[in-house]
């Protein structure tokens, strides 16, 4: 079983940052696949930047520039630093690991103000 723990959302004004972080909790996923997905008020899940098995990312357009994944083997963790952030970046943010069957965390509100 693979839980997914996610920290570092919160209010924050435009033009900000922060720091999103997602741990496994049950597993070691150094290896495997992770993205960060977010879905705003009246629109569907979308796919904000990922880490491919092979350590290759890949950005949303809306973001590139703007937002970095990474991944720390040590700490076992991937982390979202989002910079530059605009009022429509505000989303539940979610933390996917293609480990296993795949699984997702529970979401943290980011909210940026204008």
């Known amino acids: 079983q693979v839980q997914l723990v996610e920290s570092g959302g919160g209010l924050v004004q435009a033009g900000g940052s922060l720091r999103l972080s997602c741990a496994p909790s049950g597993s070691i996923f150094s290896r495997a696949a992770m993205g960060w997905y977010r879905q705003a008020p009246g629109k569907q899940r979308e796919l904000v930047a990922a880490?491919?098995?092979?350590?290759?990312?890949n950005y949303a357009d809306s973001v590139k520039g703007r937002f970095t994944i990474s991944r720390d083997n040590t700490k076992n963790a991937v982390y979202l630093q989002m910079n530059s952030l605009k009022p429509e970046d505000t989303a539940v943010y979610y933390c996917?690991?293609?480990?296993?069957?795949?699984?997702w965390g529970q979401g943290t509100q980011v909210t940026v103000s204008s």
């Open positions: 996917w690991t293609g480990l296993g069957r795949g699984y």
């Open positions: 880490l491919t098995s092979g350590g290759s990312t």
